[in-house]
Every structure is written in structure tokens, then in C-alpha cells.
């Protein structure tokens, strides 16, 4: 594998490829959307342009709320639950007072974070300026303030996460707006608690999965990925300290993209959760120090740096997780994937054919659990029945159970059909919706239901 400029120009070949899965919460666009040179560096710390829809992303985080209690927290729970409490790094680079305080007090609202630690570059700010009345503070949170010295920013996320109380980090840099799937972002961490989790904008998919990498030749065994972790992202406090090592070790010559560093050497693919949600913009990704990092991990792995790993891929773990529901309280999950992530990027393959065959799923795992007795399928054009074989995860064994479905002709329409829906235990925690044929053509799905709970 030979790292050169021609063949990482992925977002701009002549026909950029454009990748739409009608799923259960929206139109799941897959954009490349970067029209900058690819090799034009630029600083992450320089600022995002906030969405105009600024002031309707701060009163949805006004209303939100979780749906972890914190009694689930506790000390005496978490012996008996599988839970983890988490420390968040805020690296706050913008002076707008109301922004940190909003982005603060949204954090403050999930109680699976435990403490919060400002890295802040701008303006002082003191404690006392947090501890104003607030209704959502149901759970105690420690809240430090570094008054940051570094130069480089985004190094202070991994310093300060390595010191952090807990064994994994929550990483947010202001002034992105309150991350709204902060359930979602949290249920998909827990599936897997040693990757790194990260809260993925939707128009950046694309590039995120065409730079996971593999490489395996003559002992070397890379198989890597970029990640944007300014909008929320989870990673393991273990795995900031050996980022940490690393850079004592490379003495990289500047570290103005700490992340993309980081989220290189890690030498694993970061698991991604689109966000549907209209996030700040980002300047173009630094495609050249994307570059950088990939070679100077492939050089330590074929040198035996120290602190460098080779870590194994586990492939029994599903990577279905494809983006969160617009309200917080589910993910939609399909094993369709034109990237798949274990074999080699080719430049020429058919990226859109994803047709579901038999044995293919969509489905939804929920925040939480729900009786259920009636199931909505929304589609784009007509299919004949069968469409498909259902299975749910049910709360109290929790296995997979088969279900029984009836169409309600009365109530279905030929874009919409109603199911009666019958399954042995008929309070669930996640559905999966299997084809039962080989379908010549792409399947939208554009909704999906559960009696009254319809995305």
C-alpha cells in the first residue's frame, strides 16, 4: 500500500457518487460536499459557522431531557448494572458566554456524566458562574475549569481526558451546538466501550467511511479510520493516555490536529453515528495532515514504535449502528453497507448497489423499552407481501424472539402498510425486520412505527 497524494483524493473524483438510504427518521444522505483543494490545510480551531437554525437547535436542547434516571448511577446500581459514568472535556475556543453556558447546562441534563471539565482558551470563567438554579441538575457533577496556556487547542481534549475521574471521556469542542443524541450517542458506546464513538454530521459521512483504511503486509496489520470528534464524541480515558505516549514519542512538529492524530494512531475504526441534526460547519477536513498521520502510523507499526498497537478487529461485533432517530430515543440499525468496512477502498466499485437480498435487515434499537402490538412500515414505491419476517429483543430474558405479523388491510395503504404485531413477550427493547426475497432494486424505507411511537 503506497501512501501517495493521487490515490487519497476520494472526495473528488469526476463523479462523486451520491448514496441515499430513505430510512427511518429522513432521507440518509451520504454527501461529499467539500469543494476546497483537498490539500488546503486549515486550522480546527479557527471557528465553526453556526446552522441558522441556531435558535430551534437551543430550544429543542431546552426541552430535552434523558432518559437515564440517576438512580441508575448511583454506586450500589452500578454494581449490578452494566452502566458507565462518564467525565466530559468541553474545549471552549469561542467568548460568547451563552454558548458555553447552554452547551453546560445541556450536559448537565444526562446522568451518566459525572464531571465536567472546561479547557477554556478565551475569556476567564469561574465556577461560582455555573452554580446558578437550573431544574436538571437532579444528579451531582463535578465541574472544573482550566484556564488553558496551550497553543495547541485541541491537544488540551486528550491531556485533560487522560487526568479525568472516570474511565471514559466525553469530548465536545465549543462552539458546536448542544449535541441533541446524547442518549443515542451514549446507548451506541455501550455496545462497544473500548472504541471511540463519534457523533458524525451527516454531509462528513462520506468521507469518514472512504478514509478507513486497512493494510496488512510484512507484520503490518493498519487498519485505521478519520473521525471528527468536535461534535461529541466517547473515547476511553486508556486510549487518551496512550495518545499521550505516542506524541512523547513521534514529537510530532505541530500538533494543530491533535484529533486527526489521534484518531489515526489509534489503529481502529471509530464507530460512527450520523447525526441527522443540522450541526455548525466545519472547515474542509486537513486532508494533508489526514495523509501524515496514516504514514507515520504505518512507519511505527513496521518499526515496533513503542506505544504504537496492532490491535485485532473484532468481527463479531456488528457495526449496523447507521445514525440516530431525531428524537433522542432510538437508533436505526441495518447490516446493508456498500462500505464495507473489512476489505480494501477500490476507486471503481459500485458504491450504490445496495439492494437488499434475503436475510438483510433494517430495524431500530430503543433508549428503553416499549409494549408493542401494532407495526408501521412507510415506503417509497409498492412491494409485494411478504416484505418481510420480524424478531424482537425482548426486556425480561432478553433474547431474540420471531413475531407474528397480520396486515390490517383496513387501515393500510399501498405506500403505508399497518401490521398487527404479536410477539411472545410483547415489551421489547430493539426489532429487526429481515427480507424474506432478493429485491431487484433499491428498498426505500422512509418510516417506520411501533404503535404510537413512529419515526
Not at 451563552?98 to 456524566?113: R, S, V
Not at 482558551?121 to 465556577?127: D, G, M
Not at 472512504?210 to 473515547?235: K, M, P, S
Request: glycine letters at 4%.
Amino acid at each position: 500500500m503506497t501512501f501517495t497524494s493521487s490515490p487519497i483524493k476520494w472526495a473528488h473524483h469526476q463523479h462523486t457518487r451520491l448514496i441515499t438510504l430513505c430510512s427511518i427518521l429522513l432521507l440518509f444522505v451520504f454527501v461529499a460536499r467539500y469543494t476546497t483543494s483537498p490539500y488546503d490545510e486549515q486550522d480546527p480551531e479557527s471557528g465553526s459557522s453556526l446552522p441558522a437554525s441556531t435558535p430551534a437547535i437551543k430550544n429543542n436542547a431546552h426541552h430535552r431531557q434523558s432518559l437515564y434516571t440517576p438512580s441508575m448511577f448511583i454506586p450500589d446500581a452500578l454494581l449490578h448494572n452494566d452502566f458507565r459514568p462518564i467525565s466530559a472535556v468541553v474545549l471552549r475556543t469561542s467568548p460568547d458566554d451563552d454558548t458555553i453556558h447552554t452547551m453546560i447546562d445541556h450536559l448537565h441534563k444526562y446522568p451518566f456524566i459525572k464531571e465536567i471539565t472546561i479547557y477554556n482558551l478565551v475569556t476567564p470563567l469561574s465556577t461560582q458562574a455555573f452554580e446558578r438554579p437550573n431544574a436538571w441538575r437532579l444528579h451531582k457533577v463535578d465541574i472544573n475549569i482550566i484556564q488553558g496556556d496551550q497553543p495547541d487547542g485541541m491537544m488540551a481534549l486528550f491531556s485533560t481526558c487522560a487526568l479525568s475521574s472516570y474511565g471514559h471521556c466525553y469530548l465536545q469542542v465549543d462552539p458546536s451546538m448542544p449535541n441533541l443524541h446524547m442518549d443515542t450517542l451514549y446507548t451506541h458506546f455501550l455496545q462497544a466501550p473500548d472504541g471511540v464513538h463519534v457523533n458524525v454530521r451527516s454531509e462528513e459521512y462520506l468521507t469518514h467511511r472512504r478514509w478507513q483504511l486497512t493494510f496488512q503486509e510484512g507484520g503490518v496489520d493498519l487498519h485505521t479510520g478519520y473521525a471528527n470528534l468536535r461534535h461529541g464524541a466517547i473515547i476511553p480515558r486508556s486510549q487518551a493516555q496512550l495518545f499521550i505516549n505516542q506524541v512523547a514519542v513521534l514529537k510530532p512538529s505541530q500538533l494543530r490536529h491533535a484529533d486527526v492524530l489521534f484518531s489515526f494512531w489509534m489503529n481502529s475504526y471509530p464507530y460512527m453515528l450520523s447525526n441527522t441534526y443540522p450541526l455548525p460547519s466545519d472547515p474542509s477536513p486537513p486532508f494533508q495532515s489526514m495523509l501524515k498521520a496514516v504514514q507515520d502510523l504505518k512507519a511505527a507499526l513496521t518499526h515496533h514504535t513503542p506505544y504504537f498497537v496492532q490491535n485485532e478487529i473484532d468481527q463479531q461485533q456488528p457495526r449496523d449502528v447507521r445514525t440516530a432517530c431525531d428524537n433522542d430515543k432510538c437508533l436505526f440499525v441495518t447490516n446493508i453497507d456498500p462500505f464495507p468496512v473489512s476489505t480494501p477502498y477500490e476507486p471503481h466499485q459500485n458504491l450504490t448497489n445496495a439492494t437488499p437480498k434475503e436475510g438483510d435487515y433494517v430495524g431500530l434499537n430503543l433508549i428503553g423499552s416499549m409494549r408493542a402490538s401494532r407495526l408501521l412500515v412507510y415506503l417509497r414505491h409498492r412491494h409485494p407481501e411478504p416484505l418481510f419476517k420480524v424478531r424482537a429483543l425482548t426486556l425480561k430474558q432478553h433474547i431474540w424472539v420471531d413475531c407474528t405479523l397480520q396486515l390490517d388491510a383496513a387501515h393500510s395503504l399501498p405506500r403505508r402498510r399497518v401490521f398487527t404485531m404479536v410477539c411472545p413477550d410483547p415489551i421489547i427493547t430493539a426489532i429487526r425486520l429481515f427480507f424474506v426475497t432478493q429485491h431487484l432494486r433499491s428498498f426505500d424505507l422512509c418510516g417506520l412505527g411501533l404503535d404510537n411511537f413512529i419515526v
